[in-house]
């Protein structure tokens, strides 16, 4: 069974730090490109950033460049994604997913797995 499991989340004062974790099971990560999303209540769902181990490439949103950045280990099936310098406007469930393919690009096909998110709080 194809499985990606999100952690890392908590609650965090503004200027803080957290590094989010996405384990992936039952599929060729290197296969896969994997990204991380987040939606805020009342909100659209927003794709944050995106990796391909196999390639090394990233694709980031723009807004959250300089804070947010990501990283894999292919050995661990693991995608990573420390976030820096935390707002409260970064609140939202953080959800890790999977779409097959080597390269992060602005337009990307949906991605077909998602894990079950974790919940990250900045308080003020």
């Known amino acids: 069974d194809v499985q990606l499991q999100a952690s890392g989340g908590g609650l965090v004062q503004a200027g803080g730090s957290l590094r989010l974790s996405c384990v992936a099971s039952?599929?060729?990560?290197?296969?896969?490109?994997i990204g991380w999303f987040r939606q805020a209540p009342g909100k659209e769902r927003e794709r944050v950033s995106c990796?391909?181990?196999?390639?090394?490439?990233?694709l980031s949103a723009d807004s959250l460049k300089g804070r947010f950045t990501i990283s894999s280990d292919s050995a661990k099936n693991s995608v990573y994604l420390q976030m820096n310098s935390l707002k409260p406007e970064d609140t939202a469930i953080y959800y890790c997913?999977?779409?097959?393919?080597?390269?992060?690009?602005?337009?990307?096909?949906?991605?077909?797995?998602w894990g079950q998110g974790t919940q990250v709080t900045v308080s003020s």
């Open positions: 997913a999977a779409v097959r393919g080597r390269w992060c690009v602005s337009t990307m096909p949906p991605f077909e797995y």
């Open positions: 990796i391909s181990s196999s390639t090394g490439s990233t």
């Open positions: 039952g599929f060729t990560f290197d296969d896969y490109a």
